[in-house]
């Protein structure tokens, strides 16, 4: 009986300390969490439009070499064919074969030129990224965020209001940006990222 009686004021005593803590009264403190659409920061990150124009003056380059090379494979495709009955036959062959030639030149340096590109284009964007994870980092260690979601592709179709905290500002504020200033091109960089053929 007298443990019965022991066991009965252990559990009114439990029960009654718990009736005190926040937890019984409602009083829950939420771990809350952070979110952003990480590709619009991104894209208005000053550093993202001068990337993208460096990749533009990059691509153009690329893009002239190869119209250079397909006008010269015109060029001697026109001459081939203006030529073609004057030619005896061992001339006419070494043509065809000069313009097999150059018709596998051009198509591998369009594979080769897209290649270094996607290259070029990331290692460009590599350091934006890295500092916009840096800003994320600190927005979210700063307002005691246990983590950040990426919005993008509707990957979070909904967030509640009371646990959800959209970071967006606080992160662009970081970052340098002002609230809707759009990135802008500086003027193109001096040294241009090689990625030579």
């Known amino acids: 009986m007298k443990k019965l009686i022991a066991i009965l004021c252990i559990a009114v005593v439990s029960t009654a300390s718990w009736a005190q803590t926040p937890v019984a009264q409602g009083a829950v403190q939420v771990p809350k969490f952070g979110y952003l659409s990480y590709d619009a920061v991104f894209k208005r990150m000053p550093e993202y439009a001068q990337a993208q124009a460096d990749f533009a003056a990059l691509k153009a380059k690329y893009d002239a070499e190869a119209e250079r090379s397909e006008e010269e494979f015109q060029r001697k495709f026109t ?14 062959l070494k043509r065809q074969a000069e313009l097999q030639d ?3 030149r051009s198509v591998a340096f369009r594979k080769e030129s897209a290649r ?21 980092y600190d927005v979210a260690a700063t307002q005691g965020l246990i983590y ?13 209001p009371q646990v959800g905290v959209d970071i967006t500002e606080a992160v662009l504020t970081k970052l340098g940006v002002k609230q809707g200033e759009a990135a802008e091109p500086q003027q193109p960089s001096p040294e241009e990222p090689t990625a030579e053929p």
């Open 148 to 160: 950040v979601l990426n919005t993008d592709g509707n990957a979070v179709p909904f967030i509640h």
């Open 102 to 104: 150059l018709m596998d």
């Open 116 to 136: 270094l590109l996607a290259e070029a284009e990331k290692r460009m964007q590599e350091p934006i990224a890295a500092q916009l994870n840096q800003a994320i």
């Open 79 to 92: 001459e081939f064919i203006n030529g073609q009955k004057d030619f005896p036959q061992s001339i006419m």
